[in-house]
């Protein structure tokens, strides 16, 4: 899955918006929607603070040629806020 599938899809599952995303990790609405789309990659650094704000962690998965971006559920907790 590219990063904005993935994302979209724990979105959707842990019912978070992109609104709260944004307000939750300080990235721009705009920004949030590029990566969404796939319009955008994040740095490592942008996507360990949402995966941690949705208390998920990256795993990284090479399938065929293509490398692809997986987010893996670190406990039943609820998203954690910002620090």
């Given at each position: 899955?590219?990063?904005?599938?993935?994302l979209?899809?724990?979105?959707?599952?842990?019912?978070?918006?992109?609104?709260?995303?944004?307000?939750?990790?300080?990235?721009?609405?705009t920004?949030?929607?590029?990566?969404?789309?796939?319009?955008?990659?994040?740095?490592?650094?942008?996507?360990?603070?949402?995966?941690?704000?949705?208390?998920?962690?990256?795993c990284?998965?090479?399938?065929?040629?293509?490398?692809?971006?997986?987010?893996?559920?670190?406990?039943?907790?609820?998203?954690?806020?910002?620090?």
């Amino acid at each position: 899955m590219t990063i904005g599938t993935e994302l979209k899809a724990v979105m959707g599952k842990e019912g978070i918006t992109g609104y709260r995303l944004s307000q939750e990790t300080g990235l721009s609405e705009t920004y949030i929607s590029k990566l969404l789309h796939n319009k955008m990659n994040p740095t490592y650094r942008t996507l360990k603070c949402i995966a941690d704000f949705l208390g998920y962690r990256i795993c990284f998965e090479r399938i065929s040629q293509r490398k692809e971006v997986k987010l893996n559920k670190v406990s039943q907790n609820k998203p954690r806020k910002r620090r």
